[in-house]
């Protein structure tokens, strides 16, 4: 079993940036992939980025890609998303996630779950 706590939201101007993290309880954390997703009012939850367990592969939603960076310490059982050149329509609540596959997987498929940190970027 894995709990996932989410935190770093807030509010920030567009070009700015936020670094969200991600404190894991349960030791199998470092052993799944890791992802966040993000959901906005009447929008479905969509994919924002994933990690696999060695860091060694990393993906984004083009949306994100260039701007935003995935990135883990499994010694901390903790996961990042650097969030740079934020624009207004990255305001959403951020999810954590984690199972042994993110990528590519739907949302209701994914098994372990933070409760989200609201992220608003003002224009």
């Known amino acids: 079993q894995v709990q996932l706590v989410e935190s770093g939201g807030g509010l920030v101007q567009a070009g700015g940036s936020l670094r969200l993290s991600c404190a894991a309880s349960?030791?199998?954390?470092?052993?799944?992939?890791m992802g966040w997703f993000r959901q906005s009012p009447g929008k479905e939850r969509e994919f924002v980025a994933a990690?696999?367990?060695?860091?060694?592969?990393?993906y984004y939603a083009d949306s994100v890609e260039g701007r935003f960076t995935i990135s883990r310490d499994n010694a901390k059982n903790t996961g990042y998303l650097q969030m740079n050149s934020l624009k207004p329509e990255d305001t959403a609540v951020y999810y954590c996630?984690?199972?042994?596959?993110?990528?590519?997987?739907?949302?209701?498929?994914?098994?372990?779950w933070g409760h989200g940190t609201q992220v608003t970027v003002s224009s």
């Open positions: 996630a984690a199972d042994w596959t993110v990528y590519g997987r739907s949302p209701e498929l994914i098994h372990f």
């Open positions: 349960g030791r199998t954390f470092r052993s799944y992939v």
């Open positions: 990690l696999n367990w060695s860091s060694s592969r990393a």
